[in-house]
């Protein structure tokens, strides 16, 4: 019971010798070098630090709600307040604390005060526009309760719907309905046993197709393709090189595999040549045999960020260094690329030059779902040494028909030019949506062609703030903080869609501006060159 | 009129203040106490100041004998 106190004292000092640490390396101007390589990227992906008062007030905020959460916690210990969260039991006070940790400490103080913003109830298709489900809290959320009415035609900019596939038209659902009619709801099986389906077939088919490469097998579910097939791939003596920012599901695969991972910094050749450098040339490390594979692990446009992998620098590395690559391209399959086909289009790179292509269809085909994509040999070895094949349910045939129909959709099989008419909308969306909002003077993280826009607040409260503001001008974002982004900066995150109008985009910007406005919202010291008149633009 | 314009930019400037102090995300007795405790504080030392100025000038005139 005293060591509370000093566990706590601890606690908050390295958490602010950490921010200390990381306060100073916000000093610098980050921006990441301009790619001689390929000359559509003739824009650097820059990542624009604020005025030293931003960072400042953003530790300040933080500080003082911790001091209040330490002082609510005080209460709760003594008996002044009703504690509302888990608590050991009576006879269990003096054994090993459970809810003493930071993670605790930040859920019960910081998160809970604010979570109305999170975990909104949606009742309508997550279309463009949605309904919410109103709900309000009478004890600063630790309850909630629903009104009944709900909060009809919220412009949704949230919903990872890049090409518009989230609908509930009858035309286009009509073989989904029909699969749906024919195969039942489910498969009641693992792709092993009785689970493969000729529909399985003939998607993982279609996919090889659209992405140019010889074979491919799908999953049921996005982030247990990364998990569950990463450990068949590599294990122990082998090396992973990850970038800093990769995603929980490639994280936690490289850790079941049992391999040795080393982090680069993030979108940075120099790093990752240095550690190739040293893999090459120092092997293991205690016996210095050579490593049994090295797999560089990046994503195509990283969730967070916004940013765009350098695809051409990174297979010039690979193919000097003899080591594989693993594309994660959950957020740019479909989304970027002239005819959708992700960043090898992007970059005009070939796809047999990628060892791995993995990707998911939740985000652009509207579906559920991952595949893995490459040679055949690769692929014939998963579907027998994948935990997914053996283990997880195969994947249900009427969310199989909706990617083949998105795909036949998008690759104009289907005999319309819909696909391609998305596509080139949501490239247009993407360009208007960045260029206006860097015009208004925010600061915008990652590459011109990516429609995942980050758009930074650090502040707490404002973050807060903004969402508040956002709903009841009936605008949906979502809004990230810590622990997803590193802790000084927290961002709105908008994920532009091809089902998005031009009108549609009009509306966020204009009650952006205003919202920009009354929170101070707009820190970027750059000057930007207004937007040249509608009439002069030329189309691309 | 120009009072109703006043209290607008007063309270635009307390919501300012709210935000970057992170006071917007507690409750309204905790703003309160917090609210008080600074009050209190610059309070303290706006008296403190007043209360010895005079004497911490004179003092420094006297050591660059400007004064006797």
Excluded at chain 1, 210 to 222: D, P, Y
Excluded at chain 1, 301 to 313: A, D, K, N, Q, T
Excluded at chain 1, 481 to 489: D, K, L, N, R, V
């Amino acid at each position: 019971a005293y060591l509370y106190p000093i566990r706590c004292c601890y606690v908050f000092l390295a958490r602010l010798l950490h921010s200390v640490v990381s306060f100073f390396s916000l000093m610098e101007q980050k921006s990441s070098p301009q790619s001689g390589v390929h000359p559509r990227q003739n824009k650097q992906e820059s990542f624009e630090q604020p005025p030293m008062y931003v960072a400042v007030m953003t530790y300040v905020g933080y500080g003082l709600v911790t001091l209040f959460g330490y002082f609510r916690d005080f209460l709760r210990a003594v008996g002044l307040e009703k504690c509302h969260v888990a608590q050991e039991r009576e006879e269990q006070k003096d054994f090993t604390p459970l809810y003493q940790d930071f993670e605790n400490f930040y859920t019960r103080n910081l998160y809970m005060r604010v979570r109305d913003n999170w975990n909104r109830p949606i009742c309508s298709l997550p279309g463009p526009v949605f309904d919410l489900m109103e709900r309000v809290s009478d004890d600063y959320n630790w309850t909630f309760r629903f009104t009944g009415k709900s909060i009809p035609n919220v412009i949704n900019m949230g919903s990872y719907n890049y090409l518009g596939f989230a609908e509930n038209n009858a035309d286009f659902l009509k073989s989904v309905a029909d699969r749906l009619q024919r195969y039942g709801a489910a498969v009641c099986s693992t792709r092993q046993e009785t689970g493969n389906l000729s529909l399985h077939e003939e998607l993982e088919q279609l996919v090889a197709e659209f992405l140019g490469v010889e074979s491919s097998m799908t999953f049921g579910m996005g982030f247990a393709t990364n998990s569950m097939n990463i450990p068949a791939l590599v294990g122990k003596g082998c090396l992973i090189i990850s970038d800093e920012l990769n995603h929980t599901s490639l994280i936690l695969g490289a850790r079941l595999s049992g391999a040795t991972i080393r982090v680069f910094k993030h979108n940075n050749m120099c790093s990752l040549e240095k550690m190739l450098k040293e893999a090459v040339c120092s092997g293991q490390p205690r016996t210095r045999r050579p490593w049994r594979k090295i797999l560089i692990m990046v994503e195509g446009i990283y969730s967070m960020e916004g940013s765009v992998v350098r695809l051409p620098e990174i297979i010039a590395l690979k193919e000097k260094y003899k080591a594989y690559l693993y594309l994660d391209e959950a957020h740019s399959i479909g989304a970027v690329g002239p005819t959708g086909r992700g960043v090898t289009e992007l970059f005009n790179v070939n796809p047999g030059d990628v060892d791995v292509m993995m990707g998911t269809f939740t985000k652009s085909f509207g579906a559920a779902g991952g595949y893995i994509a490459g040679k055949k040999e690769l692929v014939d070895y998963l579907r027998s040494q994948s935990h997914s094949a053996v283990y997880a349910s195969a994947m249900s045939p009427a969310i199989t028909e909706q990617i083949i129909r998105a795909i036949k959709c998008i690759t104009g099989k289907d005999g319309s030019t819909e696909g391609i008419r998305r596509i080139r909308q949501l490239a247009e969306n993407t360009r208007y949506f960045r260029a206006r909002l860097k015009e208004m003077g925010f600061i915008i993280y990652g590459g011109d062609e990516s429609p995942v826009v980050p758009l930074l607040l650090y502040m707490p409260a404002k973050v807060v703030a903004f969402a508040r503001e956002m709903l009841a001008r009936k605008i949906g974002v979502v809004v990230v903080g810590f622990p997803a982004t590193p802790i000084t900066e927290a961002r709105a995150r908008f994920c532009v869609s091809a089902a998005h109008t031009r009108d549609m985009l009009n509306q966020v910007l204009h009650h952006l501006n205003e919202v920009g406005d009354n929170l101070c919202l707009k820190f970027s010291r750059r000057k930007h060159p207004s937007r040249p008149d509608p009439c002069e633009e030329t189309n691309s | 009129m120009a009072l109703g314009d006043c209290w607008k930019q007063l309270s635009w400037f307390y919501y300012q203040y709210l935000l970057v102090t992170a006071l917007y995300m507690l409750e309204p007795w905790e703003r309160t106490v917090f609210n008080s405790l600074l009050i209190s504080v610059a309070g303290m030392a706006i008296y403190t100041g007043y209360v010895f100025m005079p004497q911490h000038i004179m003092a420094i005139l006297h050591y660059f004998e400007v004064v006797q």
